[in-house]
T-cell receptor
Framework: EAQVTQNPRYLITVTGKKLTVTCSQN?????MSWYRQDPGLGLRQIYY???????DKGDVPEGYKVSRKEKRNFPLILESPSPNQTSLYFC??????????????FGNGTRLTVT | AQKITQTQPGMFVQEKEAVTLDCTYD???????LFWYKQPSSGEMIFLIY??????QNATEGRYSLNFQKARKSANLVISASQLGDSAMYFC????????????FGTGTRLQVFP
């Protein structure tokens, strides 16, 4: 089944404890990205990747890192999480980069709480 | 700046009736794509329908249709014959071409379908 898989679905951690949220897609998509969803703000892009080894900042990149060593994987790293990073996170992918007609396919989300 | 506006925080509709969810957008690009996503209470983001800026016909996908009025910069979602399972958050989004491929989201409309 074609899908974007994120893990974990739920995560509770403490301030400053490094964590990684994994994301994998099995559709051979070029483009992958991370979003966070906060009430009243919709979804905002954190980082994106146009292809392997090509990543760039989105609208809210502070406090996050990403890497794209393989086409299928795009992990999100929080080196020192803080409470303002408590949010619902989505990984997404699409077949092509540089086109407007390619929908994003989303993972099921990771609900992160930082205390 | 590119922007998506959804002015209806919440909508109610009776089962089997049609409902229109409003979306306006702002962009200076000529080439862009407009998308609607559904987010049920379980949290996942489900792609519903796409409309390209150069498409002359309104997009349709089953019970979903997109009322695209380019001059007014609106892309309203019409759901016909509403079902109880349509109760969810609905997000309008715009994707521009170029280097970021970013999907810009509105703040969403919560639709509740009652019997």
């Amino acid at each position: 089944e074609a899908q974007v898989t994120q893990n974990p679905r739920y995560l509770i951690t403490v301030t400053g404890k490094k964590l990684t949220v994994t994301c994998s897609q099995n559709m051979n998509h070029e483009y992958m990205s991370w979003y966070r969803q906060d009430p009243g703000l919709g979804l905002r892009q954190i980082y994106y990747s146009m292809n392997v080894e090509v990543t760039d900042k989105g609208d809210v990149p502070e406090g996050y890192k990403v890497s794209r060593k393989e086409k299928r994987n795009f992990p999100l790293i929080l080196e020192s999480p803080s409470p303002n990073q408590t949010s619902l996170y989505f990984c997404a992918s699409s077949l092509y980069s540089g086109t407007t007609n390619s929908p994003l396919h989303f993972g099921n989300g990771t609900r992160l709480t930082v205390t | 700046a590119q922007k998506i506006t959804q002015t209806q925080p919440g909508m109610f509709v009776q089962e089997k009736e049609a409902v229109t969810l409003d979306c306006t957008y702002d962009t200076s690009d000529q080439s862009y794509g407009l998308f609607w996503y559904k987010q049920p209470s379980s949290g996942e983001m489900i792609f519903l329908i796409y409309q390209g800026s150069y498409d002359e016909q309104n997009a349709t996908e089953g019970r979903y249709s997109l009322n695209f009025q380019k001059a007014r910069k609106s892309a309203n979602l019409v759901i016909s014959a509403s079902q109880l399972g349509d109760s969810a958050m609905y997000f309008c989004a715009m994707r521009e071409g170029g280097n970021t491929d970013k999907l810009i989201f509105g703040t969403g409309t919560r639709l509740q379908v009652f019997p």
